[in-house]
């Protein structure tokens, strides 16, 4: 099957969760023992509407074009970090990269559902015009808060696109802000030294127990998996993202190991980074110093 080439454009997680809320986020044991955001009114507010797009166009032989763009847009009064994370919202929907992102209007900015549409709508038409109807093709992309303090509010995106061929496009992906400048944390913020041998083994022990290993039926070494030279491991590409009771590194598909292990991620709790983290992370940690964190990545 060829692949048409489209201005690729993210994609959303069905099935997913659309709420409103007026909530900080703090986390919650599952049943299941694994550790996940969840929101409640304890710490400042943040304010969101549901907002949602989906549309679809049948081809031949069964086949369609799919779009769905939905989640948890920030609304109320504004402020830097509410004007920062719509921006990225936006960004996420058009799939520019970021130094040829054109921001939409203000206007278009203060009203979720408007952008969602118009996004959604852009997205079908670039899809329909490269498109001949005998393959499938699939846009869809959503986000929501997954962790609020005073401090910090860290916004999950879930994205998926397929254009023909033998899989799709996934990213998952987190971005945490400063409440009060609104700027999106760096590794270099979070985490000023960068990459040491220590921080390093305490990140390649992470993946292997929680992600790689966590059914113990994994068998082999961790740079055997990650497929390393001498276990030179680096920070991901992916910013960090800043969760109720860690940090969690999370590499994108094909930055380690094959495409079938996804994105590998892994949380370590603020205890064991504390010697690796900034003085404002420092302050994150002392709300949250939880010995031992069984990760979850959201909506999982």
Same mark, same amino acid.
């Given at each position: 099957?060829?692949?048409?080439?489209?201005?690729?454009?993210?994609?959303?997680?069905?099935?997913?969760?659309?709420?409103?809320?007026?909530?900080?986020?703090?986390?919650?044991?599952?049943?299941?023992?694994?550790?996940?955001?969840?929101?409640?009114?304890?710490?400042?507010?943040?304010?969101?509407?549901?907002?949602?797009?989906? $549309?679809?166009?049948? &081809?031949?032989?069964?086949?369609?074009?799919? *779009?769905?763009? @939905? =989640?948890?847009? +920030?609304?109320?009064? %504004?402020?830097?970090?509410?004007?920062?994370?719509?921006?990225?919202?936006?960004?996420?929907?058009?799939?520019?990269?970021?130094?040829?992102?054109?921001?939409?209007?203000?206007?278009?900015?203060?009203?979720?559902?408007?952008?969602?549409?118009?996004?959604?709508?852009?997205?079908?038409?670039?899809?329909?015009?490269?498109?001949?109807?005998?393959?499938?093709?699939?846009?869809?992309?959503?986000?929501?808060?997954?962790?609020?303090?005073?401090?910090?509010?860290?916004?999950?995106?879930?994205?998926?696109?397929?254009?023909?061929?033998?899989?799709?496009?996934?990213?998952?992906?987190?971005?945490?802000? $400063?409440?009060?400048? &609104?700027?999106?944390?760096?590794?270099?913020? *979070?985490?000023? @030294? =960068?990459?040491? +041998?220590?921080?390093? %083994?305490?990140?390649?022990?992470?993946?292997?127990?929680?992600?790689?290993?966590?059914?113990?039926?994994?068998?082999?070494?961790?740079?055997?998996?990650?497929?390393?030279?001498?276990?030179?491991?680096?920070?991901?590409?992916?910013?960090?993202?800043?969760?109720?009771?860690?940090?969690?590194?999370?590499?994108?598909?094909?930055?380690?190991?094959?495409?079938?292990?996804?994105?590998?991620?892994?949380?370590?709790?603020?205890?064991?980074?504390?010697?690796?983290?900034?003085?404002?992370?420092?302050?994150?940690?002392?709300?949250?110093?939880?010995?031992?964190?069984?990760?979850?990545?959201?909506?999982?």
């Amino acid at each position: 099957m060829k692949i048409k080439a489209f201005r690729l454009l993210p994609a959303i997680l069905t099935g997913a969760l659309l709420i409103s809320i007026a909530a900080a986020c703090s986390s919650k044991t599952q049943k299941d023992g694994t550790d996940e955001a969840t929101c409640d009114e304890t710490e400042g507010k943040f304010t969101t509407d549901s907002v949602f797009y989906a $549309d679809s166009v049948a &081809g031949t032989d069964g086949f369609s074009v799919i *779009v769905k763009f @939905g =989640g948890q847009y +920030p609304v109320g009064e %504004e402020s830097p970090v509410v004007d920062s994370i719509r921006l990225t919202i936006a960004q996420m929907l058009s799939a520019a990269p970021v130094d040829k992102f054109t921001p939409p209007s203000k206007s278009l900015l203060s009203n979720g559902q408007a952008l969602v549409d118009s996004t959604g709508r852009a997205a079908m038409r670039d899809m329909q015009e490269e498109w001949d109807g005998s393959w499938g093709m699939e846009n869809m992309c959503t986000f929501r808060p997954i962790f609020i303090n005073d401090i910090v509010i860290t916004y999950w995106f879930e994205n998926y696109i397929y254009g023909g061929g033998a899989h799709g496009f996934s990213a998952n992906l987190a971005r945490s802000y $400063d409440r009060s400048t &609104g700027r999106q944390f760096t590794w270099d913020e *979070v985490i000023p @030294g =960068g990459m040491t +041998p220590q921080l390093r %083994e305490l990140i390649l022990s992470g993946l292997w127990m929680q992600y790689f290993n966590k059914d113990k039926d994994q068998t082999g070494n961790i740079n055997d998996v990650l497929q390393l030279v001498d276990g030179k491991l680096e920070l991901p590409s992916y910013a960090p993202q800043i969760m109720p009771h860690g940090i969690r590194f999370s590499y994108g598909e094909y930055e380690i190991a094959a495409y079938c292990w996804g994105e590998p991620s892994c949380l370590i709790p603020y205890s064991s980074l504390k010697p690796f983290l900034s003085k404002k992370m420092q302050s994150v940690a002392d709300k949250n110093t939880a010995d031992v964190v069984k990760d979850r990545q959201p909506g999982k």
